[in-house]
């Protein structure tokens, strides 16, 4: 899970709880106040009609019309019964004149001086109601009683309409609450995004990269941090490569020396023993010079300049001029196929020495009798050529290791080497923004391959074309 996803969820969940606490409180207050209010809206609405029909009781026409518009209002209904409890007026309509409502408790209440107020289940409407009923008074007595009806239904609707906007307004504030902390946790997460990108540019072989100083106090300290490390790893790093170049090429004029010498003991002696001696010495030193080259290969830093337009074909045919004699002489086939316009711009002694470095490997690990085949080809973006041997193939196991300095796979046990071949191969490849892979092949055996990118068409030249016919 990223930073941004982990600080959403975090911000989400208190501003979810201070919405809750917030809200429940404020949604269980909101239905006892409106509750409250619709009692008491209708608690002094009946008195006012009470005291409105208190002089009309005997004059049913205007009871109905006073009625008629406080129903109306209350949106319930209205009934108006005399001392007895007998039916005078109802806001519902005619046909229930003197039907006797004494038996109702609250009506019983009202006659008796006491104002009633509660909720009962209507059978006969299947709903709950909201009955008020207050007494009418004329001249100090009970002259009679007033009973308002509401639905509760219509009541508990306009607590839920008013919970609802309750919740959209806690659903808004969610939203955008969400909404600065997803920029909150961006102006957090982007300052370590870039500095992981750095990170992996450093990694890469980049030590020019730097990390931004960018977002809080702290994170601009950790890339304070970060680029003076890189920094002191690109001058320590310089300094070892200067080291080994500079050592290699020194080494490089005794060992010639050396090896002159070996040459010229070798000639000055008869016994057998001896020169057998000095020519296993002799091929010490070749190996030793070998490794000097390799080691200055590794190295030299890119100079920064263009390389040369380089036909891959013609590159595999050199090689295999040069390598034909100690392939025929170790028993195996060399051979080379592949398109021949596929080229790259590169140096011609990287691209030689690359193929030099899988060419050997191949023999190495070949069984006798075997073949070698150098490949090339390419598209409109990529041109690569290859290296395929019939040996014991890539174990899994190793992997990317293969290409680790100095490292040697399980296979190479009885064969010689340094250990660098496939290190060089990678690093100069690097060197012409291309790259380097082995993978076992269908059927057997390992194919060694360098991708670099393609080179444009040749640039005409500019005298051959004005000297042909029709030209200039």
Same mark, same amino acid.
């Given at each position: 899970?990223?930073?941004?996803?982990?600080?959403?969820?975090?911000?989400?969940?208190?501003?979810?709880?201070?919405?809750?606490?917030?809200?429940?409180?404020?949604?269980?207050?909101?239905?006892?106040?409106?509750?409250?209010?619709? $009692?008491?809206?209708?608690?002094?609405?009946?008195?006012?009609?009470?005291?409105?029909?208190?002089?009309?009781?005997?004059?049913?026409?205007?009871?109905?019309?006073?009625?008629?518009?406080?129903?109306?209002?209350? &949106?319930?209904?209205?009934?108006?019964?005399?001392?007895?409890?007998?039916?005078?007026?109802?806001?519902?309509?005619?046909?229930?004149?003197?039907?006797?409502?004494?038996?109702?408790?609250?009506?019983?209440?009202?006659?008796?001086?006491?104002?009633?107020?509660?909720?009962?289940?209507?059978?006969?409407?299947?709903?709950?109601?909201?009955?008020?009923?207050?007494?009418?008074?004329?001249?100090?007595?009970?002259?009679?009683?007033?009973?308002?009806?509401?639905?509760?239904?219509?009541?508990?609707?306009?607590?839920?309409?008013?919970?609802?906007?309750?919740?959209?307004?806690?659903?808004?504030?969610?939203?955008?609450?969400?909404?600065?902390?997803?920029?909150?946790?961006?102006?957090?997460?982007?300052?370590?995004?870039?500095?992981?990108?750095?990170?992996?540019?450093?990694?890469?072989?980049?030590?020019?990269?730097?990390? $931004?100083?960018?977002?809080?106090?702290?994170?601009?300290?950790?890339?304070?941090?970060?680029?003076?490390?890189?920094?002191?790893?690109?001058?320590?790093?310089?300094?070892?490569?200067?080291?080994?170049?500079?050592?290699?090429?020194?080494?490089?004029?005794?060992?010639?020396?050396?090896?002159?010498?070996?040459?010229?003991?070798?000639?000055?002696?008869?016994?057998?023993?001896?020169?057998?001696?000095?020519?296993?010495?002799?091929?010490?030193?070749?190996?030793?010079?070998?490794?000097?080259?390799?080691?200055?290969?590794?190295?030299?830093?890119?100079?920064?300049?263009?390389?040369?337009?380089?036909?891959?074909?013609?590159?595999?045919?050199?090689?295999?001029?040069?390598?034909?004699?100690?392939?025929?002489?170790?028993?195996?086939?060399?051979?080379?196929? &592949?398109?021949?316009?596929?080229?790259?711009?590169?140096?011609?002694?990287?691209?030689?020495?690359?193929?030099?470095?899988?060419?050997?490997?191949?023999?190495?690990?070949?069984?006798?009798?075997?073949?070698?085949?150098?490949?090339?080809?390419?598209?409109?973006?990529?041109?690569?050529?290859?290296?395929?041997?019939?040996?014991?193939?890539?174990?899994?196991?190793?992997?990317?290791?293969?290409?680790?300095?100095?490292?040697? &796979?399980?296979?190479?046990?009885?064969?010689?080497?340094?250990?660098?071949?496939?290190?060089?191969?990678?690093?100069?490849? $690097?060197?012409?923004?291309?790259?380097?892979?082995?993978?076992?092949?269908?059927?057997?055996?390992?194919?060694?391959?360098?991708?670099?990118?393609?080179?444009?068409?040749?640039?005409?030249?500019?005298?051959?074309?004005?000297?042909?016919?029709?030209?200039?």
């Amino acid at each position: 899970m990223s930073l941004r996803t982990r600080l959403l969820a975090a911000f989400a969940y208190v501003l979810v709880l201070v919405i809750v606490a917030l809200e429940v409180p404020l949604a269980l207050n909101l239905s006892r106040r409106v509750d409250a209010e619709v $009692k008491s809206e209708a608690q002094s609405q009946a008195a006012l009609i009470a005291s409105t029909v208190s002089g009309r009781l005997g004059n049913g026409r205007e009871l109905e019309r006073v009625l008629a518009g406080t129903a109306r209002d209350l &949106g319930g209904r209205v009934i108006v019964v005399n001392a007895r409890g007998r039916l005078l007026a109802d806001s519902a309509g005619e046909g229930l004149e003197s039907s006797s409502y004494a038996s109702r408790p609250e009506i019983a209440d009202a006659l008796r001086g006491r104002a009633a107020q509660g909720t009962r289940h209507s059978d006969t409407l299947g709903e709950d109601l909201l009955f008020t009923a207050v007494p009418v008074l004329r001249n100090g007595q009970t002259a009679g009683a007033v009973r308002v009806t509401q639905s509760v239904d219509d009541v508990q609707s306009e607590v839920r309409t008013d919970v609802l906007a309750l919740i959209a307004v806690g659903v808004v504030a969610l939203l955008l609450g969400l909404g600065v902390a997803w920029l909150l946790a961006g102006s957090l997460a982007e300052p370590l995004r870039g500095l992981a990108r750095t990170a992996r540019r450093v990694a890469g072989g980049d030590l020019e990269a730097r990390a $931004k100083p960018e977002g809080s106090s702290e994170q601009r300290e950790v890339a304070a941090a970060f680029n003076e490390m890189t920094g002191r790893l690109g001058r320590s790093l310089r300094a070892q490569r200067e080291f080994v170049a500079n050592a290699s090429h020194q080494l490089r004029t005794p060992l010639t020396g050396l090896r002159l010498r070996l040459e010229a003991a070798g000639l000055r002696t008869d016994d057998p023993e001896v020169r057998r001696q000095l020519e296993a010495a002799e091929r010490e030193t070749e190996r030793l010079a070998h490794l000097l080259g390799q080691l200055l290969s590794l190295a030299r830093e890119p100079d920064g300049g263009t390389g040369e337009r380089l036909l891959l074909a013609e590159e595999a045919e050199s090689a295999l001029g040069r390598w034909e004699g100690p392939a025929r002489s170790s028993g195996h086939e060399l051979e080379a196929s &592949g398109h021949d316009g596929a080229a790259a711009e590169a140096s011609r002694a990287d691209v030689a020495a690359m193929l030099d470095n899988l060419i050997e490997n191949a023999l190495n690990y070949s069984p006798a009798g075997t073949s070698v085949t150098i490949e090339t080809g390419g598209d409109a973006a990529w041109v690569w050529f290859a290296v395929c041997d019939r040996g014991p193939g890539v174990s899994p196991e190793e992997g990317e290791r293969l290409f680790e300095r100095f490292y040697r &796979g399980s296979g190479s046990t009885g064969t010689e080497g340094t250990g660098l071949g496939l290190a060089v191969v990678e690093a100069l490849a $690097k060197r012409w923004s291309g790259e380097a892979t082995l993978r076992n092949r269908d059927g057997g055996g390992a194919r060694a391959e360098v991708r670099l990118p393609a080179a444009g068409l040749p640039t005409p030249d500019r005298q051959l074309d004005e000297a042909l016919p029709g030209g200039g």
